[in-house]
Protein backbone atom coordinates (compact mmCIF):
# COMPACT_ATOMS: atom_id res chain seq x y z
CA UNK A 1 0.00 0.00 0.00
CA UNK A 2 1.27 3.54 -0.92
CA UNK A 3 0.16 6.81 0.28
CA UNK A 4 0.38 10.13 -1.56
CA UNK A 5 3.51 11.96 0.03
CA UNK A 6 2.40 15.64 -1.73
CA UNK A 7 1.66 18.11 0.30
CA UNK A 8 -1.18 19.16 -2.11
CA UNK A 9 -2.48 16.99 -4.98
CA UNK A 10 -1.28 18.84 -8.22
CA UNK A 11 -3.99 17.13 -10.04
CA UNK A 12 -7.05 18.39 -7.63
CA UNK A 13 -5.60 22.15 -8.11
CA UNK A 14 -5.93 21.82 -11.87
CA UNK A 15 -9.34 19.77 -11.71
CA UNK A 16 -10.48 23.27 -9.90
CA UNK A 17 -9.03 25.90 -11.17
CA UNK A 18 -7.67 25.19 -14.56
CA UNK A 19 -9.73 22.73 -16.70
CA UNK A 20 -10.06 25.13 -19.30
CA UNK A 21 -7.23 27.32 -19.50
CA UNK A 22 -3.22 26.82 -19.83
CA UNK A 23 -0.27 27.98 -20.19
CA UNK A 24 0.29 26.16 -23.37
CA UNK A 25 -1.59 26.94 -26.78
CA UNK A 26 -0.55 23.78 -28.70
CA UNK A 27 -3.90 21.64 -28.91
CA UNK A 28 -1.84 18.40 -29.45
CA UNK A 29 -0.48 19.11 -25.95
CA UNK A 30 -3.45 19.78 -24.14
CA UNK A 31 -5.14 17.01 -25.94
CA UNK A 32 -2.69 14.36 -24.58
CA UNK A 33 -2.61 16.30 -21.07
CA UNK A 34 -6.64 15.94 -20.77
CA UNK A 35 -6.16 12.37 -21.66
CA UNK A 36 -3.29 11.68 -18.74
CA UNK A 37 -5.69 13.39 -16.23
CA UNK A 38 -8.83 11.22 -17.26
CA UNK A 39 -6.79 8.14 -17.40
CA UNK A 40 -5.53 8.94 -13.71
CA UNK A 41 -8.80 9.52 -12.24
CA UNK A 42 -9.35 5.52 -13.49
CA UNK A 43 -6.43 5.11 -11.66
CA UNK A 44 -4.41 3.77 -15.03
CA UNK A 45 -1.18 5.73 -13.99
CA UNK A 46 0.88 3.89 -16.44
CA UNK A 47 -1.21 4.64 -19.26
CA UNK A 48 -1.38 8.65 -17.55
CA UNK A 49 2.24 8.92 -17.57
CA UNK A 50 2.34 7.89 -21.27
CA UNK A 51 -0.19 10.64 -22.33
CA UNK A 52 1.54 13.23 -20.07
CA UNK A 53 5.42 12.42 -21.85
CA UNK A 54 3.14 12.98 -24.96
CA UNK A 55 1.94 16.64 -23.69
CA UNK A 56 5.37 17.47 -22.58
CA UNK A 57 6.95 16.05 -25.92
CA UNK A 58 4.46 18.30 -27.84
CA UNK A 59 5.40 21.86 -25.48
CA UNK A 60 8.54 21.72 -23.45
CA UNK A 61 7.50 24.72 -21.88
CA UNK A 62 4.21 23.02 -20.70
CA UNK A 63 4.21 23.32 -16.70
CA UNK A 64 1.15 21.94 -16.04
CA UNK A 65 2.30 18.87 -18.00
CA UNK A 66 5.55 18.96 -15.68
CA UNK A 67 3.73 19.44 -11.79
CA UNK A 68 1.44 16.79 -13.39
CA UNK A 69 4.00 14.19 -14.22
CA UNK A 70 5.84 14.53 -11.07
CA UNK A 71 2.54 14.04 -9.30
CA UNK A 72 1.88 10.56 -11.01
CA UNK A 73 5.21 9.31 -10.54
CA UNK A 74 4.62 10.45 -6.85
CA UNK A 75 1.74 7.99 -6.81
CA UNK A 76 4.11 5.18 -8.51
CA UNK A 77 6.50 5.36 -5.97
CA UNK A 78 9.07 6.62 -8.10
CA UNK A 79 10.95 9.26 -6.24
CA UNK A 80 14.08 9.53 -8.31
CA UNK A 81 12.13 10.43 -11.28
CA UNK A 82 9.57 12.52 -9.34
CA UNK A 83 12.35 14.24 -8.24
CA UNK A 84 13.90 14.92 -11.64
CA UNK A 85 10.99 15.94 -13.15
CA UNK A 86 10.47 18.90 -10.09
CA UNK A 87 13.95 20.40 -11.50
CA UNK A 88 12.64 20.47 -14.87
CA UNK A 89 9.09 22.15 -13.75
CA UNK A 90 11.19 24.57 -11.80
CA UNK A 91 13.12 25.70 -14.56
CA UNK A 92 10.02 26.41 -16.69
CA UNK A 93 8.35 28.46 -13.79
CA UNK A 94 8.97 27.87 -10.16
CA UNK A 95 6.19 30.10 -8.95
CA UNK A 96 3.41 29.15 -11.53
CA UNK A 97 1.80 25.99 -8.21
CA UNK A 98 2.04 27.65 -4.89
CA UNK A 99 3.50 24.28 -3.21
CA UNK A 100 5.86 23.10 -6.22
CA UNK A 101 9.10 23.83 -4.13
CA UNK A 102 7.77 21.49 -0.90
CA UNK A 103 6.42 18.96 -2.83
CA UNK A 104 9.94 18.76 -4.97
CA UNK A 105 12.05 18.84 -1.08
CA UNK A 106 9.69 15.88 -0.23
CA UNK A 107 10.54 13.85 -3.50
CA UNK A 108 14.26 14.35 -3.27
CA UNK A 109 14.37 13.80 0.36
CA UNK A 110 12.00 10.31 -0.86
CA UNK A 111 15.29 10.10 -3.30
CA UNK A 112 18.00 10.55 -1.15
CA UNK A 113 19.14 14.08 -2.53
CA UNK A 114 19.13 15.46 0.67
CA UNK A 115 20.88 19.13 0.23
CA UNK A 116 18.46 19.56 -2.64
CA UNK A 117 15.69 18.79 -0.36
CA UNK A 118 16.98 21.14 2.15
CA UNK A 119 17.21 23.94 -0.74
CA UNK A 120 14.32 23.49 -1.75
CA UNK A 121 12.29 23.27 1.51
CA UNK A 122 14.15 26.97 2.39
CA UNK A 123 12.84 27.95 -0.66
CA UNK A 124 9.33 27.06 0.00
CA UNK A 125 9.17 29.53 3.06
CA UNK A 126 10.09 32.40 0.79
CA UNK A 127 6.62 31.57 -0.84
CA UNK A 128 4.05 34.94 0.45
CA UNK A 129 1.03 34.14 1.95
CA UNK A 130 1.77 30.84 3.83
CA UNK A 131 -0.68 29.08 6.05
CA UNK A 132 0.87 28.27 9.59
CA UNK A 133 0.07 24.36 8.68
CA UNK A 134 2.76 25.05 5.57
CA UNK A 135 5.88 26.57 7.32
CA UNK A 136 5.27 23.81 9.69
CA UNK A 137 5.49 20.94 6.92
CA UNK A 138 9.15 22.87 5.42
CA UNK A 139 10.38 23.43 9.04
CA UNK A 140 10.08 19.62 9.32
CA UNK A 141 11.17 18.70 6.12
CA UNK A 142 14.56 20.35 7.29
CA UNK A 143 14.46 18.53 10.42
CA UNK A 144 13.88 15.55 8.53
CA UNK A 145 17.05 16.10 6.24
CA UNK A 146 19.14 16.78 9.21
CA UNK A 147 18.68 13.77 11.02
CA UNK A 148 19.07 11.64 8.09
CA UNK A 149 22.07 13.32 6.94
CA UNK A 150 23.43 12.73 11.19
CA UNK A 151 22.54 9.16 10.90
CA UNK A 152 24.39 8.61 7.77
CA UNK A 153 27.24 9.84 9.61
CA UNK A 154 26.65 7.60 12.67
CA UNK A 155 25.84 4.40 10.84
CA UNK A 156 25.29 1.35 13.84
CA UNK A 157 27.27 -1.58 13.45
CA UNK A 158 25.47 -3.94 11.65
CA UNK A 159 25.77 -5.85 8.07
CA UNK A 160 22.36 -6.23 6.10
CA UNK A 161 22.90 -8.93 3.30
CA UNK A 162 19.81 -10.59 1.29
CA UNK A 163 18.22 -14.09 1.77
CA UNK A 164 19.21 -16.87 -0.40
CA UNK A 165 17.74 -16.36 -4.20
CA UNK A 166 15.38 -19.28 -3.35
CA UNK A 167 13.38 -16.65 -1.16
CA UNK A 168 14.03 -13.08 -2.83
CA UNK A 169 14.15 -15.10 -6.53
CA UNK A 170 10.55 -15.79 -6.20
CA UNK A 171 9.18 -12.27 -7.09
CA UNK A 172 9.22 -8.72 -4.98
CA UNK A 173 9.02 -10.61 -1.54
CA UNK A 174 8.19 -8.94 2.17
CA UNK A 175 6.34 -9.22 5.57
CA UNK A 176 9.07 -12.05 7.05
CA UNK A 177 7.88 -14.19 9.85
CA UNK A 178 9.17 -16.88 11.59
CA UNK A 179 8.17 -19.88 14.29
CA UNK A 180 9.77 -19.71 17.50
CA UNK A 181 11.92 -22.15 17.13
CA UNK A 182 12.51 -21.24 14.15
CA UNK A 183 11.92 -23.86 11.75
CA UNK A 184 9.30 -22.61 9.55
CA UNK A 185 9.82 -19.21 7.63
CA UNK A 186 6.64 -17.51 6.21
CA UNK A 187 6.88 -14.94 3.77
CA UNK A 188 4.45 -12.53 1.27
CA UNK A 189 5.55 -12.68 -2.47
CA UNK A 190 3.47 -10.29 -5.11
CA UNK A 191 3.52 -12.46 -8.55
CA UNK A 192 2.83 -10.46 -12.06
CA UNK A 193 -0.45 -11.61 -13.86
CA UNK A 194 -0.89 -11.00 -17.40
CA UNK A 195 -1.31 -7.47 -18.06
CA UNK A 196 -0.46 -4.76 -15.54
CA UNK A 197 -2.62 -7.13 -12.83
CA UNK A 198 -0.39 -8.85 -9.86
CA UNK A 199 -1.35 -11.46 -6.93
CA UNK A 200 -0.28 -11.56 -3.64
CA UNK A 201 0.25 -15.26 -2.12
CA UNK A 202 2.18 -16.95 0.92
CA UNK A 203 4.89 -18.66 0.90
CA UNK A 204 6.41 -21.01 3.52
CA UNK A 205 9.96 -22.99 3.73
CA UNK A 206 11.83 -25.28 6.08
CA UNK A 207 14.73 -23.92 8.14
CA UNK A 208 17.41 -26.31 9.20
CA UNK A 209 20.32 -25.09 10.59
CA UNK A 210 20.31 -21.40 9.53
CA UNK A 211 19.87 -22.40 5.71
CA UNK A 212 16.28 -21.78 4.17
CA UNK A 213 14.62 -24.31 2.29
CA UNK A 214 13.17 -23.84 -1.49
CA UNK A 215 9.71 -22.14 -0.62
CA UNK A 216 6.18 -23.19 -1.93
CA UNK A 217 2.48 -21.26 -1.71
CA UNK A 218 0.36 -22.58 1.42
CA UNK A 219 -2.68 -24.84 0.54
CA UNK A 220 -5.63 -24.15 -1.33
CA UNK A 221 -7.63 -23.72 1.84
CA UNK A 222 -5.89 -20.22 2.75
CA UNK A 223 -5.08 -18.67 -0.93
CA UNK A 224 -7.57 -18.11 -3.50
CA UNK A 225 -7.66 -15.99 -6.48
CA UNK A 226 -7.77 -12.77 -4.72
CA UNK A 227 -4.82 -11.26 -2.65
CA UNK A 228 -3.71 -12.78 0.56
CA UNK A 229 -0.68 -11.61 2.03
CA UNK A 230 0.96 -9.18 5.10
CA UNK A 231 1.05 -12.90 6.81
CA UNK A 232 2.21 -13.45 10.41
CA UNK A 233 2.63 -17.13 11.93
CA UNK A 234 1.69 -17.51 15.72
CA UNK A 235 5.19 -18.23 17.52
CA UNK A 236 3.29 -21.46 18.69
CA UNK A 237 2.74 -22.39 15.05
CA UNK A 238 -0.77 -22.77 15.91
CA UNK A 239 -2.19 -20.15 14.14
CA UNK A 240 -1.50 -17.80 10.63
CA UNK A 241 -2.85 -14.97 10.58
CA UNK A 242 -2.88 -12.63 7.54
CA UNK A 243 -4.32 -10.04 5.17
CA UNK A 244 -7.11 -10.73 2.58
CA UNK A 245 -8.27 -8.05 -0.17
CA UNK A 246 -11.77 -7.97 -2.50
CA UNK A 247 -12.89 -11.00 -0.77
CA UNK A 248 -16.45 -11.85 -0.48
CA UNK A 249 -16.90 -11.74 2.71
CA UNK A 250 -15.04 -8.99 3.21
CA UNK A 251 -16.14 -5.79 5.38
CA UNK A 252 -13.41 -3.41 3.81
CA UNK A 253 -11.13 -3.39 1.02
CA UNK A 254 -8.56 -5.44 3.08
CA UNK A 255 -9.58 -7.53 6.27
CA UNK A 256 -7.88 -9.79 8.99
CA UNK A 257 -8.05 -13.24 8.91
CA UNK A 258 -6.63 -16.29 10.42
CA UNK A 259 -5.94 -19.88 9.71
CA UNK A 260 -5.41 -22.65 12.19
CA UNK A 261 -3.23 -25.79 11.34
CA UNK A 262 -5.03 -29.21 12.00
CA UNK A 263 -3.37 -32.20 11.48
CA UNK A 264 -0.33 -30.83 9.36
CA UNK A 265 -2.27 -28.56 7.01
CA UNK A 266 -3.92 -24.94 7.36
CA UNK A 267 -7.72 -24.72 7.65
CA UNK A 268 -10.12 -22.42 5.36
CA UNK A 269 -9.29 -18.88 6.69
CA UNK A 270 -11.36 -17.34 8.66
CA UNK A 271 -12.75 -13.60 8.88
CA UNK A 272 -11.95 -11.99 11.98
CA UNK A 273 -15.22 -10.50 11.56
CA UNK A 274 -17.05 -6.60 11.91
CA UNK A 275 -15.29 -6.25 15.58
CA UNK A 276 -12.32 -6.25 14.08
CA UNK A 277 -12.51 -5.24 10.33
CA UNK A 278 -13.36 -1.83 9.43
CA UNK A 279 -14.93 -0.93 6.30
CA UNK A 280 -11.66 0.91 5.18
CA UNK A 281 -8.18 -1.03 4.91
CA UNK A 282 -7.10 -3.44 7.28
CA UNK A 283 -3.88 -5.09 7.53
CA UNK A 284 -0.42 -6.70 8.73
CA UNK A 285 -2.05 -8.83 11.87
CA UNK A 286 -0.01 -10.06 14.41
CA UNK A 287 0.15 -11.68 17.61
CA UNK A 288 1.63 -12.11 20.72
CA UNK A 289 3.52 -14.52 21.92
CA UNK A 290 1.32 -15.17 24.99
CA UNK A 291 -1.91 -15.15 22.16
CA UNK A 292 -3.25 -12.53 24.39
CA UNK A 293 -3.14 -9.37 21.84
CA UNK A 294 -3.68 -8.79 18.53
CA UNK A 295 -1.74 -6.09 16.67
CA UNK A 296 -2.69 -4.31 12.85
CA UNK A 297 -2.47 -1.35 10.94
CA UNK A 298 -5.67 0.77 9.53
CA UNK A 299 -6.70 3.43 8.05
CA UNK A 300 -10.58 3.70 9.26
CA UNK A 301 -11.96 6.70 10.34
CA UNK A 302 -11.21 8.38 13.52
CA UNK A 303 -7.55 7.80 13.64
CA UNK A 304 -4.36 10.33 13.99
CA UNK A 305 -3.75 9.99 10.44
CA UNK A 306 -3.50 8.33 7.43
CA UNK A 307 -2.99 5.05 8.81
CA UNK A 308 -2.69 3.92 12.49
CA UNK A 309 -1.29 1.27 14.65
CA UNK A 310 -4.15 -0.92 17.28
CA UNK A 311 -4.31 -3.63 19.19
CA UNK A 312 -7.18 -5.76 20.24
CA UNK A 313 -7.56 -8.12 23.83
CA UNK A 314 -8.34 -11.63 23.36
CA UNK A 315 -11.61 -12.31 25.20
CA UNK A 316 -12.09 -15.95 24.98
CA UNK A 317 -11.99 -18.71 22.35
CA UNK A 318 -15.02 -20.32 19.92
CA UNK A 319 -16.23 -23.31 19.90
CA UNK A 320 -13.32 -24.00 16.93
CA UNK A 321 -10.41 -22.91 19.11
CA UNK A 322 -10.03 -19.54 17.47
CA UNK A 323 -9.86 -16.42 19.58
CA UNK A 324 -12.48 -13.86 19.87
CA UNK A 325 -10.97 -10.38 19.98
CA UNK A 326 -12.10 -7.11 21.50
CA UNK A 327 -13.13 -3.84 20.08
CA UNK A 328 -9.33 -1.98 18.76
CA UNK A 329 -8.23 -0.12 20.23
CA UNK A 330 -5.96 2.84 18.74
CA UNK A 331 -2.02 3.01 20.05
CA UNK A 332 -2.40 6.54 20.96
CA UNK A 333 0.36 9.64 20.17
CA UNK A 334 3.30 7.79 21.34
CA UNK A 335 2.90 5.34 18.65
CA UNK A 336 0.96 6.87 15.88
CA UNK A 337 0.94 10.76 13.74
CA UNK A 338 -0.57 12.74 10.86
CA UNK A 339 0.99 10.48 8.58
CA UNK A 340 1.31 6.50 8.29
CA UNK A 341 2.35 3.42 10.64
CA UNK A 342 1.61 -0.09 9.56
CA UNK A 343 3.92 -2.86 9.83
CA UNK A 344 3.68 -3.41 13.55
CA UNK A 345 5.48 -6.31 15.07
CA UNK A 346 5.62 -7.14 18.85
CA UNK A 347 8.28 -9.28 20.04
CA UNK A 348 7.97 -12.30 22.00
CA UNK A 349 9.22 -10.33 25.07
CA UNK A 350 5.79 -8.85 25.00
CA UNK A 351 7.07 -5.14 25.68
CA UNK A 352 9.10 -4.61 22.29
CA UNK A 353 7.34 -3.38 19.58
CA UNK A 354 8.51 -2.19 16.05
CA UNK A 355 6.64 -0.66 13.17
CA UNK A 356 6.99 1.65 9.60
CA UNK A 357 6.46 5.20 9.57
CA UNK A 358 6.96 7.87 7.42
CA UNK A 359 6.50 10.27 9.69
CA UNK A 360 8.39 10.26 12.69
CA UNK A 361 12.07 11.36 12.26
CA UNK A 362 13.56 9.32 9.39
CA UNK A 363 15.67 8.45 6.28
CA UNK A 364 13.07 9.03 3.96
CA UNK A 365 9.93 6.68 2.75
CA UNK A 366 9.22 4.54 5.73
CA UNK A 367 11.78 3.94 8.24
CA UNK A 368 11.66 1.21 11.03
CA UNK A 369 11.37 2.37 14.57
CA UNK A 370 10.68 1.02 17.95
CA UNK A 371 9.24 1.46 21.39
CA UNK A 372 8.97 -0.37 24.91
CA UNK A 373 5.45 -0.97 26.36
CA UNK A 374 5.33 1.30 29.57
CA UNK A 375 2.14 0.16 31.22
CA UNK A 376 -1.53 -0.86 29.92
CA UNK A 377 -1.73 1.15 26.24
CA UNK A 378 1.27 3.37 27.15
CA UNK A 379 4.57 3.73 24.87
CA UNK A 380 8.06 5.03 25.23
CA UNK A 381 9.42 7.61 23.03
CA UNK A 382 9.48 5.98 19.11
CA UNK A 383 13.17 5.34 18.24
CA UNK A 384 14.55 5.32 14.79
CA UNK A 385 16.48 2.24 14.28
CA UNK A 386 19.45 4.20 12.18
CA UNK A 387 21.56 3.80 8.70
CA UNK A 388 21.91 1.17 7.40
CA UNK A 389 18.95 -0.43 8.01
CA UNK A 390 16.63 2.79 6.96
CA UNK A 391 17.60 4.69 3.79
CA UNK A 392 15.79 6.85 2.10
CA UNK A 393 13.80 3.90 0.63
CA UNK A 394 10.79 2.10 2.18
CA UNK A 395 11.82 -0.38 5.25
CA UNK A 396 8.57 -2.63 6.16
CA UNK A 397 8.17 -5.65 8.55
CA UNK A 398 10.45 -5.94 10.67
CA UNK A 399 10.87 -9.46 12.46
CA UNK A 400 12.98 -10.35 15.51
CA UNK A 401 13.46 -14.18 15.77
CA UNK A 402 12.90 -15.16 19.65
CA UNK A 403 16.41 -16.10 20.44
CA UNK A 404 17.29 -12.55 19.35
CA UNK A 405 20.03 -13.34 17.04
CA UNK A 406 18.87 -11.93 13.61
CA UNK A 407 16.18 -9.16 11.71
CA UNK A 408 14.29 -10.09 9.04
CA UNK A 409 13.35 -7.30 6.90
CA UNK A 410 11.93 -6.08 3.80
CA UNK A 411 13.48 -3.12 1.54
CA UNK A 412 13.54 -1.28 -1.51
CA UNK A 413 16.32 -2.78 -4.11
CA UNK A 414 14.57 -1.13 -6.95
CA UNK A 415 11.63 0.73 -7.73
CA UNK A 416 9.98 -2.12 -8.72
CA UNK A 417 11.23 -4.71 -6.61
CA UNK A 418 11.29 -5.81 -2.79
CA UNK A 419 13.78 -7.87 -1.15
CA UNK A 420 13.89 -9.71 2.27
CA UNK A 421 17.20 -8.94 4.29
CA UNK A 422 18.50 -10.28 7.34
CA UNK A 423 21.26 -8.88 9.84
CA UNK A 424 22.43 -10.18 13.34
CA UNK A 425 20.92 -7.74 16.43
CA UNK A 426 23.07 -5.15 17.54
CA UNK A 427 22.66 -4.33 21.22
CA UNK A 428 21.23 -0.63 20.22
CA UNK A 429 17.87 -2.06 19.09
CA UNK A 430 18.01 -5.21 21.32
CA UNK A 431 15.02 -6.58 22.88
CA UNK A 432 14.66 -8.30 26.35
CA UNK A 433 16.03 -11.98 26.38
CA UNK A 434 13.55 -14.47 25.62
CA UNK A 435 13.48 -18.66 25.58
CA UNK A 436 10.69 -21.11 25.17
CA UNK A 437 9.77 -24.55 26.25
CA UNK A 438 8.02 -27.09 24.26
CA UNK A 439 5.49 -29.33 26.16
CA UNK A 440 4.50 -32.75 24.91
CA UNK A 441 1.83 -34.13 26.97
CA UNK A 442 0.86 -37.81 26.87
CA UNK A 443 -1.26 -40.15 28.49
CA UNK A 444 1.12 -42.08 31.21
CA UNK A 445 -0.37 -45.69 30.44
CA UNK A 446 -1.12 -45.79 26.34
CA UNK A 447 1.23 -42.69 25.50
CA UNK A 448 -1.22 -41.32 23.25
CA UNK A 449 -0.81 -37.72 22.35
CA UNK A 450 -3.23 -35.62 24.56
CA UNK A 451 -4.92 -31.99 24.36
CA UNK A 452 -4.94 -30.36 27.44
CA UNK A 453 -4.43 -27.08 28.82
CA UNK A 454 -1.18 -25.68 29.59
CA UNK A 455 -1.09 -22.81 32.30
CA UNK A 456 2.40 -21.08 32.91
CA UNK A 457 2.72 -18.29 35.59
CA UNK A 458 4.56 -15.89 37.39
CA UNK A 459 5.41 -17.39 39.99
CA UNK A 460 6.27 -14.28 42.11
CA UNK A 461 3.26 -12.64 41.19
CA UNK A 462 0.78 -15.33 40.13
CA UNK A 463 0.03 -13.66 37.09
CA UNK A 464 -0.95 -15.86 34.26
CA UNK A 465 1.84 -15.47 31.45
CA UNK A 466 0.16 -18.00 29.01
CA UNK A 467 -2.54 -20.21 28.91
CA UNK A 468 -2.61 -22.14 25.79
CA UNK A 469 -3.89 -25.91 24.49
CA UNK A 470 -1.02 -28.70 24.12
CA UNK A 471 -2.72 -30.33 20.94
CA UNK A 472 -1.85 -31.62 17.20
CA UNK A 473 -0.58 -35.06 16.08
CA UNK A 474 2.12 -34.82 19.02
CA UNK A 475 0.28 -32.91 21.93
CA UNK A 476 2.59 -30.17 22.00
CA UNK A 477 2.91 -26.75 22.66
CA UNK A 478 5.08 -23.95 21.80
CA UNK A 479 5.79 -21.05 24.77
CA UNK A 480 7.81 -17.89 24.31
CA UNK A 481 8.60 -16.64 27.88
CA UNK A 482 10.80 -13.72 28.56
CA UNK A 483 14.01 -14.24 31.21
CA UNK A 484 14.47 -12.93 34.59
CA UNK A 485 11.38 -14.48 35.84
CA UNK A 486 10.76 -17.64 37.89
CA UNK A 487 7.80 -19.53 35.94
CA UNK A 488 4.79 -22.32 37.35
CA UNK A 489 3.80 -25.07 35.10
CA UNK A 490 -0.10 -26.58 35.52
CA UNK A 491 -1.30 -28.81 33.08
CA UNK A 492 -4.65 -29.81 33.03
CA UNK A 493 -7.07 -32.27 31.67
CA UNK A 494 -10.35 -33.78 32.74
CA UNK A 495 -10.35 -36.93 33.81
CA UNK A 496 -6.42 -36.64 34.49
CA UNK A 497 -4.45 -35.56 37.28
CA UNK A 498 -3.19 -32.33 36.86
CA UNK A 499 1.00 -31.91 36.38
CA UNK A 500 3.09 -29.06 38.42
CA UNK A 501 6.36 -27.93 37.75
CA UNK A 502 8.43 -24.68 38.24
CA UNK A 503 11.86 -23.53 36.74
CA UNK A 504 14.16 -20.45 36.33
CA UNK A 505 14.68 -17.96 33.31
CA UNK A 506 16.52 -16.02 35.34
CA UNK A 507 20.48 -15.30 33.67
CA UNK A 508 19.27 -13.26 30.66
CA UNK A 509 22.00 -14.52 28.59
CA UNK A 510 21.34 -18.38 29.21
CA UNK A 511 21.37 -19.80 26.15
CA UNK A 512 17.86 -21.81 27.29
CA UNK A 513 15.98 -23.90 25.09
CA UNK A 514 13.47 -26.42 27.37
CA UNK A 515 11.81 -29.43 26.03
CA UNK A 516 9.63 -31.03 28.69
CA UNK A 517 7.60 -34.34 28.10
CA UNK A 518 5.11 -34.87 30.90
CA UNK A 519 3.04 -37.86 31.65
CA UNK A 520 -1.07 -37.37 33.10
CA UNK A 521 -1.93 -39.86 35.01
CA UNK A 522 -5.84 -40.59 34.60
CA UNK A 523 -7.47 -40.56 37.55
CA UNK A 524 -7.46 -43.40 40.12
CA UNK A 525 -7.22 -44.32 44.01
CA UNK A 526 -3.15 -44.41 44.85
CA UNK A 527 -2.31 -42.21 42.08
CA UNK A 528 -0.03 -38.66 43.67
CA UNK A 529 1.07 -35.83 42.37
CA UNK A 530 4.01 -33.47 42.99
CA UNK A 531 2.89 -30.19 44.12
CA UNK A 532 5.94 -28.15 43.04
CA UNK A 533 5.22 -25.05 43.18
CA UNK A 534 4.19 -25.06 46.97
CA UNK A 535 6.71 -23.17 48.71
CA UNK A 536 7.47 -22.54 52.21
CA UNK A 537 10.19 -20.11 54.39
CA UNK A 538 13.22 -21.32 55.26
CA UNK A 539 12.94 -23.71 57.99
CA UNK A 540 9.38 -23.08 58.71
CA UNK A 541 5.72 -24.29 57.85
CA UNK A 542 4.59 -21.17 57.02
CA UNK A 543 3.38 -21.13 53.47
CA UNK A 544 5.27 -18.43 50.55
CA UNK A 545 3.13 -15.78 48.61
CA UNK A 546 5.01 -17.67 46.09
CA UNK A 547 2.21 -20.64 46.97
CA UNK A 548 -0.57 -18.87 45.89
CA UNK A 549 -0.96 -19.63 42.12
CA UNK A 550 -0.45 -23.44 42.69
CA UNK A 551 -2.74 -23.52 45.90
CA UNK A 552 -5.56 -21.92 43.90
CA UNK A 553 -5.09 -24.26 41.09
CA UNK A 554 -5.39 -27.01 43.32
CA UNK A 555 -8.57 -25.69 45.23
CA UNK A 556 -9.99 -25.01 41.69
CA UNK A 557 -8.96 -29.47 40.80
CA UNK A 558 -10.55 -29.91 43.73
CA UNK A 559 -13.88 -27.88 43.12
CA UNK A 560 -13.77 -29.34 39.65
CA UNK A 561 -13.51 -33.15 40.92
CA UNK A 562 -15.81 -32.42 43.77
CA UNK A 563 -16.01 -36.67 44.38
CA UNK A 564 -12.43 -36.92 45.30
CA UNK A 565 -10.81 -37.48 48.55
CA UNK A 566 -6.98 -36.64 49.16
CA UNK A 567 -4.25 -36.56 51.62
CA UNK A 568 -1.92 -33.89 51.74
CA UNK A 569 1.57 -35.22 52.17
CA UNK A 570 4.62 -33.54 53.28
CA UNK A 571 8.22 -35.03 52.88
CA UNK A 572 11.63 -33.39 53.73
CA UNK A 573 15.27 -34.33 52.77
CA UNK A 574 17.73 -36.07 55.35
CA UNK A 575 19.56 -32.94 56.75
CA UNK A 576 18.86 -31.89 60.48
CA UNK A 577 16.94 -34.13 63.58
CA UNK A 578 15.00 -36.89 62.75
CA UNK A 579 12.00 -35.97 65.22
CA UNK A 580 12.54 -31.72 63.93
CA UNK A 581 11.67 -33.39 59.98
CA UNK A 582 8.82 -35.67 60.83
CA UNK A 583 7.28 -32.55 62.92
CA UNK A 584 7.92 -30.09 60.40
CA UNK A 585 6.89 -32.30 57.13
CA UNK A 586 3.96 -33.04 59.54
CA UNK A 587 3.08 -28.98 59.88
CA UNK A 588 3.87 -28.36 56.11
CA UNK A 589 0.92 -30.89 55.32
CA UNK A 590 -1.36 -29.06 57.98
CA UNK A 591 -1.07 -25.66 56.65
CA UNK A 592 -1.81 -26.84 52.73
CA UNK A 593 -4.78 -28.86 54.29
CA UNK A 594 -5.78 -25.64 56.68
CA UNK A 595 -5.27 -23.36 53.36
CA UNK A 596 -7.85 -25.92 51.34
CA UNK A 597 -10.10 -25.91 54.29
CA UNK A 598 -10.45 -21.76 54.52
CA UNK A 599 -11.34 -21.73 50.82
CA UNK A 600 -14.37 -24.10 51.60
CA UNK A 601 -12.58 -27.39 50.57
CA UNK A 602 -15.09 -30.20 52.54
CA UNK A 603 -12.81 -31.38 55.43
CA UNK A 604 -14.17 -34.93 54.94
CA UNK A 605 -12.88 -35.45 51.66
CA UNK A 606 -9.58 -34.07 53.04
CA UNK A 607 -5.92 -35.37 55.46
CA UNK A 608 -2.67 -34.65 55.90
CA UNK A 609 0.50 -36.69 57.32
CA UNK A 610 3.99 -35.89 57.48
CA UNK A 611 6.58 -38.32 56.47
CA UNK A 612 9.61 -36.73 57.15
CA UNK A 613 12.73 -38.11 55.66
CA UNK A 614 10.89 -41.47 55.15
CA UNK A 615 10.46 -41.49 51.49
CA UNK A 616 13.04 -40.13 49.45
CA UNK A 617 12.62 -39.41 45.54
CA UNK A 618 16.16 -38.75 44.79
CA UNK A 619 19.81 -38.88 46.57
CA UNK A 620 20.18 -36.48 49.58
CA UNK A 621 23.75 -36.81 48.49
CA UNK A 622 23.21 -34.02 46.00
CA UNK A 623 21.91 -30.15 46.62
CA UNK A 624 19.28 -31.30 43.53
CA UNK A 625 18.54 -34.47 44.75
CA UNK A 626 17.67 -33.02 48.31
CA UNK A 627 15.85 -30.42 46.68
CA UNK A 628 13.21 -32.84 45.54
CA UNK A 629 13.05 -34.42 48.55
CA UNK A 630 11.69 -31.54 50.22
CA UNK A 631 7.51 -31.48 48.95
CA UNK A 632 4.30 -32.00 49.12
CA UNK A 633 1.86 -34.07 47.59
CA UNK A 634 -1.45 -34.79 46.94
CA UNK A 635 -2.80 -38.39 47.05
CA UNK A 636 -5.72 -39.86 45.96
CA UNK A 637 -7.39 -41.52 48.66
CA UNK A 638 -11.02 -42.25 47.28
CA UNK A 639 -13.36 -41.84 44.47
CA UNK A 640 -16.75 -41.36 45.25
Known amino acids: MKFFLSTLLFISFITIGFAQKYSTENNRAIKFFQAATQAYQYTEYDKSLEYVNEAISKDESFIEAYLFKAQVLNVLDRPKEEADTYKKAIKVNDTFFKYTYINSAKAHFRAG ?12 LSVPELKASDIESAKRMIKQVNFAKKSIANPIDIDPHPLNEYINGVGDVYWPSMTVDNSMFYF ?4 PLQGAGFQEDIFTC ?13 NSEVLSRSNEGASFISPDGRFLLYTGCRMRDGFGSCDLYISQKKDGKWERGINLGGTVNSNAWDSR ?6 GNTLYFSSNRKGGKGRSDIYLCRKIGETDNGYPKWSKPVNLGDSVNTKGDEFAPFIHADNKTLYFSSDYHLGMGGQDIFMVKKLGENQWSKPHNLGYPINKNTDEIGLFIDAPGDFAYYATDDTDTKRSIYRFAVPPEIKHEYVTYVKVFVRDKESFRPLSAIVNLFDVTTGETIVDIKAEGSDGSALVSLPANKKYGLMIEKKGYLFYSDHFDLIQKNENFVKELKIDLQPIEQGQTVVLNNVFFKFNSYELSDESLAELFRL ?12 EIAGHTDNQGDKAYNQQLSEQRAKAVYDYLINKGIQAARLTYKGYGMENPVADNGSKEGRAKNR ?3 MTVTKLD
Open 555 to 566: QRFLEQNNKLHV
Open 285 to 290: PVISSD
Open 631 to 633: RTE
Open 113 to 124: EYDIATLHAQNF
Open 188 to 191: TAKL
Open 206 to 218: MVRNDSFGKPFRL
